[in-house]
C-alpha cells in the first residue's frame, strides 16, 4: 500500500499497487488511521482497484467500524472519502442485493462523514473536493 498527499489538494491518497489476499484487509486499513498523510486533511480518495471485490463481512466493517474512526481522526472537518473502484467491482456492488444495502446505508446522510464510489479518478478527486456533487 502507498500513502501519498498532494498539498496543493489538500488530498490524501492511499494505492494498492497489487492484489492482497484478503485476510490482510482490516490491517492495512487499520494502518490508514495511522499514516501521518492521512491526519491533516479531511479529503481522502483510497484506490482500490486492485483489491479483490469486497466481502459483506468486509463491507460491513469498513462502513460501521473503520469510516467512523476514520471520520473521528479529521474532527471538526466532515471526512470526504472516495473509493476509487474496477468497473468490475462497482458492477459487483450494485448486482449483490446485500452489498448493495450496506453501501447505500454507508451513503445516507447522518454520517460524520461522505462516501461515495468512483471508477473514474478525476470524477473521485472533484467530488472529493467539493467540485462534484
Known amino acids: 500500500m502507498e500513502f501519498a498527499y498532494r498539498p496543493d489538494l489538500d488530498l490524501f491518497t492511499a494505492r494498492w499497487p497489487s492484489s492482497t489476499a484478503a485476510s490482510t484487509a482490516r490491517d492495512e486499513y487499520e494502518a490508514l488511521l495511522q499514516a501521518p498523510e492521512a491526519l491533516g486533511t479531511p479529503h481522502w480518495l483510497l484506490d482500490v482497484r486492485r483489491r479483490p471485490v469486497m ?7 469498513v462502513t460501521q467500524d473503520w469510516l467512523p474512526r476514520a471520520a473521528a481522526l479529521v474532527l471538526p472537518a466532515r471526512l470526504r472519502l472516495a473509493f476509487l473502484v474496477a468497473p468490475v467491482r462497482a ?23 461522505d462516501l461515495r464510489t468512483f471508477t473514474d479518478e478525476g470524477a473521485a478527486v472533484a467530488w472529493v473536493l467539493g467540485q462534484l456533487d
Not at 446485500?98 to 451513503?107: I, Q, T
Request: charged residues 25%; without cysteine; hydrophobic residues 50%.
Open 91 to 113: 458492477e459487483n456492488l450494485r448486482a449483490d442485493p446485500e452489498l448493495r444495502a450496506v453501501m447505500d446505508a454507508a451513503y445516507a446522510a447522518g454520517h460524520a462523514f
Open 55 to 61: 466481502s459483506l463481512d468486509s463491507a460491513r466493517w
